[in-house]
């Protein structure tokens, strides 16, 4: 069943920036890391006044770019690749209680955990 929670896709962009200020390093717990092209990263980087890690990692989804979500431990069976438009999609489709708990700013790590693993693997796979 689909969530019923329908999100404007700047609200998508802030809970997934939220999620990955949160908790982007639980992905290396699991023997996932987060890849992107170098210089996507740089070009994004210059465009911003400033920027946090995360900022930039946004910036390059918004740019066109990807992020790929390595799996190190596993032969690259959960290997995910995202854009913007997954972004755009898929964090609606957070479970209602985590997702609640976002836009009343209740959110946490693990909030930012299932947020993530949402738009990369459109389910909770880790943890």
Do not use: R
Not at 98 to 116: E, Q, S, Y
């Amino acid at each position: 069943m689909k969530n019923p929670i329908k999100l404007t896709n700047k609200a998508s962009e802030e809970y997934f920036h939220n999620s990955l200020c949160n908790s982007l390093g639980y992905m290396a717990c699991y023997g996932l890391q987060l890849d992107y092209d170098d210089s996507a990263y740089a070009s994004a980087k210059a465009k911003l006044t400033s920027p946090c890690y995360e900022d930039v990692l946004m910036q390059v989804l918004k740019d066109g770019g990807i992020l790929t979500m390595t799996d190190l431990e596993g032969d690259g069976e959960y290997t995910q690749t995202i854009t913007i438009d997954d972004v755009h999609n898929k964090v609606q489709d957070t479970l209602p209680s985590h997702l609640a708990n976002m836009i009343n700013g209740n959110d946490d790590a693990d909030t930012g955990d299932v947020i993530i693993q949402t738009v990369f693997f459109g389910e909770i796979i880790f943890g």
